[in-house]
């Protein structure tokens, strides 16, 4: 977060170091790493997210969790500097509590989305350091993932990864979920739910193996209609 660059050492004229000023440079942002991942189904939403709190080589924390359910059918991960994702997730719970009292009722997934997306964009000069996805289920029952950049840009997706092992799991969900290259791409089946998290809980193993950032634990989360329920699954410590 903070460098400074050492002073550059001259000789004078009569062959005495002088120094030049030190520059500082402070920087509000800090990646602390950590990947989540989001699957779409038929009937569900499945999003997970792993423990592991880093900075450049160090681990500050082994349980400092990614997601963070919002209601009965919505869960948000953020991955990315762990400031901004607190105080994100605090603004939001405090805009679907205001939304309870006005409504008399819970703020549906797609109405979330769209609060989100205006949060992100209204930040977008000082924007938070941090990738969301949204999960849930619509008007209808069916899951939904919501996918989001820095400034409030969302489309919604059957399945998507974010975070630091992005690179090492999308083009897994592309073959497993999306089939892509394949002679299903063009109308790709719904995973039943069983699959789907088998296939999460490969995803994160296979990551751990190659991304020092994720690790430690993965905290899933199952949306259905009858809920949000919560598992763990142990990762690599190292």
């Known amino acids: 977060m903070f460098a400074q660059q050492a002073p550059a050492m001259s000789a004078g004229p009569a062959g005495t ?3 030049h000023a030190i520059q500082h ?13 989001a699957i779409a189904g038929e009937d569900y939403a499945i ?3 792993d423990t592991r709190q880093s900075e450049g080589y160090l681990i500050n924390s082994r349980y400092a969790p990614k997601a963070f359910q919002l209601s009965e059918s919505s869960v948000v991960s953020c991955c990315g500097f762990y400031g901004d994702a607190t105080a994100l997730v605090t603004y939001l719970k405090q ?3 205001i939304y309870q009292f006005n409504h008399d009722k819970p703020m549906p997934t797609p ?3 769209q609060l989100l997306s205006i949060t992100l964009y209204r930040k977008r000069f000082f924007p938070y350091y ?14 939904c993932i919501y996918n989001y950049d820095p400034v409030g840009s969302f489309e919604r997706y059957k399945y998507q990864a974010s975070g630091s092992g992005v690179a090492l799991i999308q083009p897994f969900l592309d073959n497993m979920v999306g089939f892509k290259n394949t002679s299903l791409q063009d109308n790709p089946p719904f995973l039943p739910l069983d699959k789907a998290l088998q296939l999460v809980k490969d995803a994160f193993t296979s990551a751990t193996e190659r991304d020092i950032y994720t690790g430690d634990q993965v905290e899933i989360f199952i949306i259905t209609r009858d809920g949000v329920r919560k598992e763990t699954y142990d990762l690599k410590k190292d």
């Open 47 to 49: 999003i997970a997210a």
């Open 25 to 37: 440079r402070v920087s509000p942002y800090e990646d602390n790493g950590g990947t989540s991942v």
């Open 17 to 19: 170091a002088s120094s």
């Open 130 to 143: 941090v990738h969301n996805i949204l999960a849930g289920l619509d008007a209808e029952g069916k899951g």
């Open 95 to 97: 805009q679907m509590e």
């Open 111 to 113: 109405a979330l989305a």
